[in-house]
Structures are given as C-alpha cells and as structure tokens.
C-alpha cells in the first residue's frame, strides 16, 4: 500500500524517484496516453524506506537492478490547477555505464515506453519535473528542498 491518502478532490503522495544518467542523457519514462515525460519512480510502500523504494521502482519500470547513489532533490509539488501536493525524494542511481534497459513497464494498465532524452536540451521537452532542465546540468553534491507548482 502506497503511503499517500485521497480526500474527495484531493489528495497526497509520498513517492521516491530515480535520477538515471547515462552518457549525458536522463531517463524518463513516457506513456501512450500523455504527451508529456516524466521521472521514473513512485509512491513508497507503508512502512518501506524511500531508498528501498526507490530501487523497487526502478527495477518494476526498467528491468535494472540499480543502485542508489546518494539523495539529490527533496521535491514538495503542487499541483496548478489541483488540490494535492506531492514530496518527492530524488535519488541519482550509479552509472552502469550503457544505456540498455530490459523495459516491459505498465502504470495502471498503461504501457510506458523510457527515454534517454539528453540533459543539455530538456528545456526542448514537457518532462516533469521541470526543475531537471537547470538543476541537472549543475548538479550539488548537497541535498536541495525544491517547491513548485507545476
């Protein structure tokens, strides 16, 4: 059960994302239905730590066993338009050193298809969330809170 919760129109999520870079490219994950990316990662399991999550994730939407590296981004969304907020916990995961994935991904019965979409043209893209495009050229060896609205 994943730890977040539903209020009539609104609602919460605590999820744990995966920052993947390979060969100056990031992955993301893109389905048949929207016609935006978005990270690879989801909600944490009642009672399950965000790095095992995280891993999980991964692993359910790539086929890779990767391994953390270290906590990136602590990422608090608002939703424009919604009622309901999001904290994100983003981890980069170790390079593995190529880009093959072994993918047979579905989100709620949906089939996502991942993207290596490169790190200096993600202003080119609608890829959430959106703070990669900057922060990632850039990147901290600090954790950063991060709020936006998107």
């Known amino acids: 059960m994943d730890c977040g919760f539903e209020n009539g129109d609104s609602w919460f999520r605590y999820r744990a994302a995966a920052i993947i870079i390979e060969d100056g ?3 993301f994950a ?3 239905l929207n016609s935006y990316y978005y990270s690879i990662g989801g909600g944490v399991h009642l009672g399950e730590r965000a790095e095992d999550a995280v891993k999980r994730e991964v692993f ?8 953390v590296d270290r906590l990136a981004f602590i990422h608090e969304n608002f939703f424009h ?15 593995r050193g190529t880009k093959e994935l072994d993918s047979n991904s579905y989100s709620q019965g949906v089939r996502e298809y991942m993207h290596w979409l490169p790190i ?10 959106s703070f990669f495009a900057d922060k990632l050229l850039n990147l901290r060896d600090s954790v950063e809170h991060i709020v936006t609205c998107e």
């Open 25 to 27: 490219c990031v992955l």
């Open 120 to 129: 200096d043209k993600l202003k080119d893209y609608v890829a959430y969330p």
């Open 60 to 67: 359910e939407e790539t086929g890779i066993a990767y391994e």
């Open 30 to 32: 893109k389905n048949e």
């Open 81 to 95: 338009g919604l009622k309901s907020h999001e904290i994100a916990f983003y981890f980069i995961m170790k390079s």
